[in-house]
C-alpha cells in the first residue's frame, strides 16, 4: 500500500509540474486573463480553447456558458458547430481516397460526377478536384449560398451549376465557395457508396479518437454536451438562438460539430512527426499554396491580418499566411451563432484552436492572434481597443 502511495504521489508531482512548466511556457496565466478580459468586453457568452506544442497538450479549457439563462458551462468536451473549418477535414478526407490511389488531385468533377455535364460551361466540365478544393474554380465568390439560406436542398442546387458564368478561368483566381466545395463530399460518397457522415466517422473521427465529432444535426441535437449558439442584440447582449439544421446539406463546407479537445487531435494530425492518417507529403500538399488570395489581407475588421499578415494564399481546405515572416496555416468559420478558428505555427508545431458560440469571428480571432503573437515574440497589440474604435466610429 505505501508503495502504490508513493508511486501515485510521484506521478502527481509529475503531472502538476509538467502542467505548470508548460503553461509558464506559454504564459497560461496572461493568456487565460485575457480570454476572461475579452469576453466581458463583448459581453460574450463563451468559448473553449485548446493548445498543443509538439504532440502535448499545454492548454485545454472552457468559458463561460452553453447558454445564457442556464447553469451549463463550456468545456473542453463540449460540442459546438466548426462551420467552414469544416473544410480542413474535408481536404483531409479526401486525401485518404487519393492515397488509396481510387482519386488524384487532378480528376475532373464530371469524371465521377457524370450528372453535372453540361453543354454550355466550359468550366464546370474541365473543373478538378484540386480546383474545387482550393476554392479556385473561377466561379462567383459564394455561388449558391444564398439558396443554402433559403433551405434548397443541395442536390437541387447543382443542377443549377451549369448556369453560371465563371469570372475568371480555372486556376487563376480565389473564389471562396460552399456549395461547389462539397461537391469533394459528394465525390467520396459516390466512390464509396457511403454517405457523407460515415465516411468521416470510419475515416477521421474514430482512428484520431475525436470523441464528441460528428456531421449532422441530429448528431448534435443527441448531444448532451453542446454550446447553443448566439446573437448580438441592440444593447450588446447576447441572445440565445435555436439551433437549426441548415448547411447539414453541405456537410463538407461547413457540417461538423466537434469540441475542443477534438479539434487538437486533428490539429496533431498535421504536426506530427508520425501522422496516422497521412504521409507527410500528402499533408504538405494540401497545407502548400495553390493560389494566391490577396484580398485576405485586408479585410477591415480582422486587424491581425492587416497588421500581421504579408502574403496570403489558399492550399487545400486550408488558408496559408506570411506571419510576420513565419508560416502560419490557418481556417476559420462563422455560422449562425457560431465562430471558429485553427491554427497552425509549423516549425513551432504549435496548434491552437478557439471554438466560440457567438456570431462574432472578431472574439476567436484576437484570443488566437494575440498568442500568435506571444509565441513570436511580436510587440502587443491591443486588438480589442482597435476594434471598440473600429465600431464606434460606425455609431
Given at each position: ?15 502538476l509540474f ?17 480570454i476572461?478580459?475579452?469576453l466581458?468586453?463583448w ?5 473553449a480553447?485548446?493548445i498543443?506544442?509538439?504532440g ?15 447553469p ?26 487519393v ?19 453540361t453543354?454550355?460551361?466550359t ?10 478544393l ?28 451549369g ?34 457522415e ?102 477591415w ?10 502574403r ?19 481556417h476559420?468559420?462563422?455560422?449562425q ?6 491554427g ?17 469571428s ?9 498568442f ?8 502587443a ?13 460606425m455609431?
Amino acid at each position: 500500500m505505501a508503495q502504490t502511495f508513493k508511486k501515485l504521489r510521484a506521478l502527481f508531482f509529475a503531472i502538476l509540474f509538467f502542467t505548470s512548466q508548460t503553461l509558464y511556457d506559454f504564459e497560461g496565466d496572461k493568456l487565460d486573463a485575457h480570454i476572461k478580459e475579452t469576453l466581458k468586453i463583448w459581453n460574450a457568452p463563451g468559448l473553449a480553447i485548446g493548445i498543443i506544442k509538439e504532440g502535448r497538450i499545454v492548454f485545454l479549457k472552457g468559458y463561460g456558458l452553453c447558454e445564457i439563462g442556464k447553469p451549463e458551462t463550456i468545456n473542453a468536451t463540449t460540442t459546438f458547430r466548426i462551420a467552414s473549418v469544416s473544410k480542413t477535414i474535408a481536404a483531409g478526407l479526401l486525401t485518404t481516397f487519393v492515397q488509396e490511389g481510387s482519386l488524384q488531385w487532378k480528376d475532373k468533377i464530371i469524371d465521377h460526377l457524370p450528372e453535372l455535364k453540361t453543354q454550355n460551361n466550359t468550366s464546370l466540365n474541365t473543373m478538378t478536384l484540386k480546383h474545387v478544393l482550393s476554392n479556385s474554380t473561377g466561379f462567383p465568390r459564394h455561388t449558391y449560398t444564398h439558396l443554402l439560406d433559403q433551405n434548397t436542398p443541395y442536390k437541387k442546387i447543382i443542377t443549377k451549376l451549369g448556369d453560371v458564368k465563371p469570372i475568371c478561368d480555372l486556376g487563376q483566381c480565389h473564389t471562396y465557395q460552399n456549395v461547389i466545395f462539397s461537391l469533394s463530399g459528394h465525390i467520396a460518397e459516390t466512390l464509396s457508396n457511403q454517405n457523407y457522415e460515415t465516411l468521416l466517422e470510419t475515416r477521421i473521427f474514430q482512428p484520431l479518437d475525436m470523441q464528441n465529432a460528428s456531421c449532422s444535426c441530429a448528431a448534435f441535437k443527441a448531444s448532451p454536451n453542446k454550446a447553443m449558439p448566439h446573437k448580438k442584440i441592440k444593447d450588446g447582449s447576447y441572445k440565445a438562438l435555436p439551433y437549426n439544421c441548415r448547411y447539414y446539406d453541405v456537410g463538407s463546407a461547413a457540417g461538423v460539430n466537434a469540441s475542443a479537445a477534438d479539434m487538437l487531435k486533428w490539429l496533431k494530425e498535421f504536426l506530427s512527426d508520425h501522422p496516422i492518417l497521412f504521409t507527410k507529403s500528402t499533408i504538405n500538399y494540401m497545407t502548400q499554396p495553390h493560389i494566391e488570395t490577396p484580398d485576405e489581407i485586408k479585410r477591415w475588421n480582422t486587424q491581425w491580418r492587416i497588421a500581421r499578415v504579408k502574403r496570403a494564399d489558399y492550399g487545400l481546405g486550408w488558408r496559408l499566411f506570411d506571419y510576420s515572416g513565419t508560416p502560419f496555416i490557418y481556417h476559420g468559420g462563422a455560422l449562425q451563432g457560431y465562430t471558429a478558428c485553427l491554427g497552425m505555427l509549423p516549425k513551432q508545431k504549435i496548434g491552437i484552436v478557439v471554438l466560440t458560440n457567438s456570431g462574432s469571428s472578431f472574439i476567436a480571432d484576437t484570443i488566437m492572434a494575440t498568442f500568435i503573437d506571444s509565441v513570436l515574440d511580436l510587440k502587443a497589440i491591443h486588438y480589442n481597443a482597435i476594434r471598440k474604435k473600429q465600431l464606434n466610429k460606425m455609431l
